[in-house]
């Protein structure tokens, strides 16, 4: 797997839009850098009575279009350069589908199947604390991420809370459906994977239900989309997980599968498969669309040259490497971006947070018909944006759409001295 530094990529990115784009070099400038990174070390005492510290962040990449937004990761990778990078693609995930959130990331380094719940907790409510002037229902609202989930969630807003003797359940969203989370959180990314996937074939005059598709990564995101998208009628011909990849030609029963590697632990071993074969297979076969839904960095150029797939939509986060991006555009494989495709995730934590300030709940069909709505406006804003603006593809369209939003809200805020 190729090594790419995720906050050059981002910043490729943004340059790669600016070209198309009337944006002064000095704002480019400005929106390429955090306005601010809060590194904290936290003192935790552990089981056994010693004390152990963590290193731990929150950067707030721009917030000229609402309250900061983007989740808090638990992982040994996690590091400064790489909280601000994440913090600086939530600002264009957010402007890309209009949700009214700036761009916001945070994370502690460390590996939490290391640690025991109790001593978790303690981890989670000290960063809480620590954190705590940041956040806040008008100014910054975490979310989950890598390794962390409910349980985290309802622990951060549980500090919160108590210490600023309050309820204010819109502080974090991502929270248990009893701790204010919304209904249809769980299922968003699949669902905005499966509506972006319906959308590009409907603009390329193909139809979905007659597609063949390969997922890889057959995790939340990954087997939603399957579900969702097989129930559109397409067939689902081959699956992976970190344990290897199942194919066959029929097309798969996508909720067996799932059944399946809820009581296995993986999709290997599939007895409905004709296949097994390695996950580079999976991403190199001829279908008519490919769902990465793993891990960034998934393709890089040289298995882009083998990619043979007609349509890439997106559902894992950063999955191109940049090269393997400019492979595909070469080849005229329309590639989905993932901060439109997986912008289901963030747009119904939006909704959650709406839901929390209105202290009313929504029902799972509302909150569904919302998120239609939402990612078919942003799919004809990026296809709008692709046919006026003459860039080179999809992405390139759709960060055109989200810079211009966030300069011009940047630029109609006036200057700060
Ligand atoms: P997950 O942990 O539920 O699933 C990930 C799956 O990928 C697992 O089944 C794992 O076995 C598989 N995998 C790991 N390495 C693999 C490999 N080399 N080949 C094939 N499969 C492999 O995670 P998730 O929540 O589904 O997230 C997947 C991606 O979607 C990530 O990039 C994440 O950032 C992105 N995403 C998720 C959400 C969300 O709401 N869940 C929102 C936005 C973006």
Known sequence: MAETNPFESLQEQLDDASEHLDVRDDVLERLKQPERVLEMTLSVEMDDGSVETFNAYRSQFNGDRGPYKGGIRYHPGVDRAEVKALSGWMVYKTAVVDIPYGGGKGGIELDPSDYSESELERITRSFAAEIRPLIGEDKDVPAPDVNTGQREMNWIKDT?????????????????????????????????????????????????????????????????????????????????????????????????VKDFKRDTGSVAGYDGAAEEFGN???????????????????????????????????????????????????????????????????????????????????????????????????????????????????????YVVAVRRVVDAYEGSGTWP
């Not at 043979?308 to 070469?330: I, K």
């Open 160 to 256: 919160y809370e108590t210490l600023e003797n309050t309820t204010a359940p819109g502080v974090i969203t991502g929270k248990a459906l009893e701790n204010g989370g919304s209904k249809g959180r769980v299922e968003a990314t699949g669902r905005s994977t499966m509506f972006a996937a319906r959308e590009v074939f409907d603009y390329l005059g193909k139809d979905l239900a007659d597609a063949t598709v390969a997922v890889q990564g057959y995790g939340n995101a990954g087997s939603v989309a399957a579900n969702l998208i097989e129930d559109l009628g397409a067939d689902v011909v081959a699956v992976s997980d970190s344990s290897g990849a199942i194919y066959d030609p029929e097309g798969f029963d996508t909720r067996h």
């Open 280 to 398: 580079d297979d999976l991403l190199t076969l001829d279908v008519d669309l490919l769902v990465p839904a793993a891990l960034e960095n998934a393709i890089d150029a040289d298995l882009a040259e083998d990619v043979q797939a007609d349509v890439v939509v997106e559902a894992a986060n950063g999955p191109l490497t940049p090269d393997a991006d400019d492979v595909l555009t070469e080849k005229n494989v329309h590639v989905v971006p993932d901060i439109l495709a997986n912008a289901g995730g963030v747009t119904v934590s939006y909704f959650e947070w709406v839901q929390n300030r209105q202290r009313f709940q929504w029902t799972e069909q509302r909150v569904n018909e919302e998120l239609e709505a939402v990612i078919t406006d942003a799919f004809d804003a990026m296809i709008d944006a692709y046919e006026d603006s003459d860039v080179p593809n999809l992405r390139t369209a759709a």
